[in-house]
Nanobody, 128 residues
Framework: QVQLVESGGGLVQAGGSLRLSCLAS????????MGWFRQAPGKEREFVAA????????YYADSVKGRFTISRDNAKNMVYLQMNSLKPEDTAVYSC?????????????????????WGRGTQVTVSS
């Protein structure tokens, strides 16, 4: 199985940028499709972005499309989430997740239940 550790969260002003990183260990990253999710206090976990195992396809929630970019470096076992034009409503704990069912497409990766492995998350706080 794979272990995931996120980093890069912090406090940023609205309009600013952050880049989150997710380090995978234990298995090679190319065995997994990867996703980013977030959860704000009192709210359900929400899909943010996903990418297929090769990086050939990416998917985004409408709320972050055009502002966030998911990417991966399989050689380094790293997944990234570049977040630009941050808004206070982006405040949440962000977690990366791995799905071993790597040949699916589209909305399959929007659902947390389709991921087997999760990191503990990193806090992102956007001040107004």
């Amino acid at each position: 199985q794979v272990q995931l550790v996120e980093s890069g969260g912090g406090l940023v002003q609205a309009g600013g940028s952050l880049r989150l990183s997710c380090l995978a260990s234990g298995r090679t990253l190319s065995d997994y499709a990867m996703g980013w999710f977030r959860q704000a206090p009192g709210k359900e976990r929400e899909f943010v972005a996903a990418q297929t195992w090769s990086g050939g396809s990416t998917y985004y929630a409408d709320s972050v499309k055009g502002r966030f970019t998911i990417s991966r470096d399989n050689a380094k076992n790293m997944v990234y989430l570049q977040m630009n034009s941050l808004k206070p409503e982006d405040t949440a704990v962000y977690s990366c997740a791995a799905s071993p069912r790597k040949y699916y497409r589209g909305t399959y990766y929007f659902h947390p239940r389709n991921y087997d492995y999760w990191g503990r998350g990193t806090q992102v706080t956007v001040s107004s």
